[in-house]
């Protein structure tokens, strides 16, 4: 069965660092996501995309998050100044389009000391 | 999205039919119930979705009522894999950017 694939499955940084997830979404797939999930709360949205721009994002999306499809297989949250409160897990997503099940990864948990 | 409303917690015996409810009394015309469950810190994943007639695959069954303010996902044979957190989530497919409205979910535990 097709997955979508993250690296790192974890990843440590220091506060004020940047940091780049990684994702390969499946390959027949046109729209992207990013969740997260701080440890003990729930599951929540970042930012989708398709067609090469963002097409919808959350408020905790602000102009320290970006995301790039760069090729045609990755695609990549960039966090610009890590904070302690980033910690979490994030998990991206994939459709093959609006109206089917989402395929998630299995997601890296970032840890911001 | 309309807001869904899911018991906290839920038990089951290995084997035997697990029957989950979700209100979802707010749910407009062009509202998709959609099901994902989380094993353990786990992504989510999808299990089925519906508009308004019962649906069924290899995973479950989902009944929705005729007035679709209510739904039940069903998982025939429960084994102890399945434990896990089910979400219940309405969506519309014309939304441009279609986000999941994760809530708290049903921790479903099968016990041997």
């Known amino acids: 069965e097709p997955e979508v694939t993250q690296t790192p499955s974890h990843q440590v940084t220091q506060m004020g660092q940047e940091v780049i997830l990684r994702c390969v979404p499946i390959?027949?797939?046109?729209?992207f996501y990013w969740y997260r999930q701080i440890l003990g709360q729930k599951v929540e949205f970042l930012v989708s995309?398709?067609?090469?721009?963002?097409?919808?994002k959350s408020e905790i999306f602000d102009d320290q998050f970006s995301v790039e499809r760069p090729d045609g297989s990755n695609f990549t949250l960039k966090i610009r100044s890590t904070k302690l409160e980033d910690s979490a897990m994030y998990f991206c997503?994939?459709?093959?389009?609006?109206?089917?099940?989402?395929?998630f990864g299995s997601g890296t948990r970032l840890t911001v000391v | 999205d309309a807001k869904t409303t899911q018991p906290t917690s839920m038990d089951c015996a290995e084997g035997r039919a697990a029957n989950l409810p979700c209100n979802h009394s707010?749910?407009?015309?062009?509202?998709?119930v959609y099901w994902y469950r989380q094993i353990h810190s786990q992504g989510p994943q999808y299990i089925i979705h519906?508009?308004?007639n019962n649906e069924t695959n290899e995973m479950a069954s989902l009944i929705i009522t005729e007035d679709r303010k209510s739904s039940t996902l069903i998982l025939p044979h429960a084994t102890l894999r399945d434990t896990a957190v089910y979400y219940c989530?309405?969506?519309?497919?014309?939304?441009?950017?279609?986000?999941?409205?994760f809530g708290e979910g049903t921790q479903l535990t099968v016990n041997p």
């Open positions: 997503a994939s459709s093959e389009n609006r109206g089917h099940g989402y395929t």
């Open positions: 390959s027949n797939h046109l729209y």
């Open positions: 995309f398709y067609n090469n721009e963002i097409s919808e």
């Open positions: 707010t749910i407009s015309g062009n509202e998709y």
């Open positions: 519906g508009l308004k």
């Open positions: 989530i309405v969506k519309s497919q014309e939304t441009s950017g279609s986000r999941l409205t």
